[in-house]
């Protein structure tokens, strides 16, 4: 146990299960893992050095910063396309519902046909509008 104010090193070892880091274990001192992404019995395993004041903050504090690496991760990601074949359209543009892009997705509101030419250039169809 360390002095109040003083932290140690810890190596945390854990396991992600269904897209949650488990702890396995923690241990004194700061190691080097090889191979520490990847695969073990279908769970991808991940280690990380933490300063802590004992143990079980550093498992606390491990747990964040995995949590934290995985959110950098999925914001890095590509939206999906939208779910209408041929359209490149993001569903997240905040026009869009239901993973249609908001083009789409106004069509199949407004009962249109679903037969819409995805491949035309964009302003071919801002000139069909504006016409």
Same mark, same amino acid.
């Given at each position: 146990m360390t002095a109040t104010g003083e932290l140690t090193t810890y190596l945390v070892i854990g396991l992600w299960i269904d897209d949650e880091p488990l702890v396995a274990g923690v241990?004194?001192?700061?190691?080097?893992?090889?191979d520490v992404e990847s695969e073990s019995d279908g769970y991808q395993r991940w280690a990380t050095s933490?300063?802590?004041? /004992?143990?079980e903050s550093a498992e606390s504090y491990a747990v964040a910063e995995m949590r934290d690496e995985q959110d950098d991760d999925e914001e890095d990601e590509e939206p999906a396309p939208c779910r209408t074949e041929d359209c490149d359209g993001d569903p997240d543009d905040g026009e869009g519902w239901d993973g249609y892009c908001g083009n789409c997705a106004d069509r199949l509101d407004g009962g249109e046909d679903?037969?819409? /030419?995805?491949?035309?250039?964009?302003?071919?169809?801002r000139n069909e509008v504006l016409v």
């Amino acid at each position: 146990m360390t002095a109040t104010g003083e932290l140690t090193t810890y190596l945390v070892i854990g396991l992600w299960i269904d897209d949650e880091p488990l702890v396995a274990g923690v241990i004194v001192g700061d190691h080097s893992m090889a191979d520490v992404e990847s695969e073990s019995d279908g769970y991808q395993r991940w280690a990380t050095s933490v300063q802590a004041e /004992d143990a079980e903050s550093a498992e606390s504090y491990a747990v964040a910063e995995m949590r934290d690496e995985q959110d950098d991760d999925e914001e890095d990601e590509e939206p999906a396309p939208c779910r209408t074949e041929d359209c490149d359209g993001d569903p997240d543009d905040g026009e869009g519902w239901d993973g249609y892009c908001g083009n789409c997705a106004d069509r199949l509101d407004g009962g249109e046909d679903d037969e819409y /030419d995805h491949s035309r250039a964009k302003e071919d169809a801002r000139n069909e509008v504006l016409v």
